[in-house]
């Protein structure tokens, strides 16, 4: 039974380039969120996926944007990159009936240059 | 304003000894409450969730506690090791299906 998978482990990219991140829930799990994880800060939630539509989202500019597929896989794409967009990003996932159980990625870490 | 506060910031101790780490929320409604285990550059691992009516929850040596009514929570580690250095996040679920509102964590180092 596959835990949540994320790629790529790590990206190195240059401000202003646009960059796609993925995430692959945990077997039977149909809910994926996104958070944003700066060295020494807990994570930071961006928005969350249910039913491919995005359903609840923080306080993160539209540069931020995301997608979900009807495999229940998501990707978190960030346009016209700034340095403070250098993070740990975490896709979690769990059961919409269930949001307690949320489940973490091993996250990817994302340079801006 | 939804708010999870953590202390202390950083905590270092002795391989053996126990630890106490802190959680203050402002979190309303209430809906449950978790402590989180990240190890550097990975993501976090739950190690207890405790909802309204549950006041302590173990898991190993790992134990916490809830007081609903002062909106205070605490994990205790006991006898450390150092495989324990690690951050340790609070995290409160507002409402059924609400996102979760994170603390900043306690980075704690267990050395030799």
């Known amino acids: 039974d596959a835990g949540v998978t994320q790629s790529p482990t790590h990206l190195i990219k240059t401000r202003g380039q646009q960059v796609t991140l993925r995430c692959s829930p945990k077997?039977?799990?149909?809910?994926v969120s996104w958070y944003q994880q700066a060295l020494g800060q807990g994570p930071q939630f961006i928005f969350q996926y249910y039913e491919e539509e995005e359903r609840q989202r923080g306080n993160f500019p539209d540069r931020f944007s995301g997608h979900q597929f009807p495999n229940y896989s998501s990707e978190l794409n960030v346009n016209a990159l700034l340095l403070g967009d250098s993070a740990l990003y975490l896709c979690?996932?769990?059961?919409?009936?269930?949001?307690?159980?949320?489940?973490f990625g091993p996250g990817t870490r994302l340079t801006v240059t | 304003k939804n708010q999870v506060e953590q202390s202390p910031q950083s905590l270092i101790i002795l391989e053996g000894k126990n630890c106490t780490l802190q959680?203050?929320?402002?979190?309303?409604?209430?809906?449950?409450l978790r402590w989180y285990k990240q190890d550097t550059g990975r993501g976090p691992v739950s190690l207890t969730i405790m909802t309204f009516s549950e006041n302590t929850k173990s898991n190993g040596r790992y134990t916490a506690t809830l007081d609903a009514d002062t909106k205070q929570s605490s994990l205790h580690i006991t006898a450390s090791q150092l495989s324990d250095s690690a951050s340790y996040i609070c995290v409160v679920q507002a409402n059924y299906g609400q996102n979760f509102v994170f603390g900043p964590g306690t980075r704690l180092s267990v050395l030799p």
């Open positions: 077997s039977g799990h149909d809910t």
């Open positions: 979690a996932s769990s059961l919409e009936a269930a949001s307690y159980e949320q489940y």
């Open positions: 959680c203050n929320y402002t979190v309303s409604p209430f809906s449950n």
